[in-house]
């Protein structure tokens, strides 16, 4: 097989969550063209709109489907994975972007804002590899999963910085261990499992922080700048892709040198 042949995703079909924006948007697109089908989950519909639009305008065949992962109770995951199993009779990539923070002291963290936080980061992402494993991946004979973790799930915050996102690292941590055990389980189903952590993107969720502390946050990366619109495409294709058939368990830092410090 050519190495152009290993990342080809032709005849794929791909699930993001929290897809309509940001770094979700940006590794659909990446799917996309390197030729999957995509279907894209997120909660409002005029920015799931938009983004199917913006996909179709550069030829992937995508669809949005509005889905507020937050309320698991109500039968959200469910209805995703009808959806994209109706239109498309498979899924092959599974990307677990979708994501919450809260800032507050963890001395004064609402406990509402804690489970707001873990279900949406941690539970739905289970929820999720559960729905689409047994109904896709296992009966196919195999499947990719990206879980979207962060460096924060990698260690505490820098002291220079006033993050107090105590729910949001504990979060993203329990992403990279589950990542892990999933990996250590479905290896036997074919299923690859890996995560993405990427470091300090300029996204809606971040710019409030960016706002107050960017050129602190430049000022301690190594390679002296912040994620930019292109910098998830290529871990996103690699991970998705049969490039990384071997590969699994794995935690790869997309964030300009940070974890390495």
């Known amino acids: 097989m050519s190495v152009k042949s290993l990342f080809d995703l032709s005849g794929k079909v791909a699930l993001i969550t929290g897809g309509s924006r940001g770094l979700g948007l940006q590794m659909a697109e990446a799917l996309g063209e390197m030729g999957a ?3 894209i989950a997120a909660r409002k519909p005029a920015e799931l709109e ?4 913006r996909l179709g305008a550069l030829g992937i065949e995508a669809m949005a489907v509005p889905a507020d992962l937050g309320d698991l109770a109500g039968g959200a995951v469910s209805r995703l994975v009808d959806a994209v199993m109706e239109r498309f009779g498979r899924i092959d990539i599974l990307v677990n972007n979708a994501g919450a923070t809260w800032g507050a002291p963890a001395e004064d963290y609402p406990p509402a804002a804690w489970d707001k936080v873990m279900t949406l980061n941690v539970d739905a992402a ?3 590899c559960q729905a689409v494993g047994k109904r896709a991946f296992i009966p196919q004979g195999g499947g990719k ?3 979207i973790a962060s460096i924060a799930g990698l ?3 820098p002291p220079n910085l006033s993050m107090y996102t105590i729910a949001y690292n504990t979060s993203k941590g329990a992403l990279v261990n589950f990542t892990r055990a999933l990996a250590a389980e479905w290896g036997r189903y074919n299923i690859n499992v890996n995560a993405i952590c990427p470091g300090f993107f300029p996204t809606k969720m ?3 922080l960016l706002d107050r502390f960017a050129q602190q946050v430049v000022e301690a990366t190594p390679l002296a700048r912040l994620g930019g619109e292109e910098d998830l495409m290529g871990a996103a294709v690699f991970l998705a892709s049969e490039a990384s058939r071997h590969v ?3 935690m790869l830092a997309v964030d300009g040198g940070v974890s390495a410090t």
């Open 145 to 147: 999963i990206i879980n």
């Open 50 to 53: 938009a983004a199917e639009a």
């Open 37 to 39: 089908k995509v279907a």
């Open 206 to 208: 971040a710019q409030g």
């Open 155 to 157: 260690g505490g915050n």
């Open 248 to 250: 699994t368990g794995q």
């Open 126 to 128: 289970f929820a999720l």
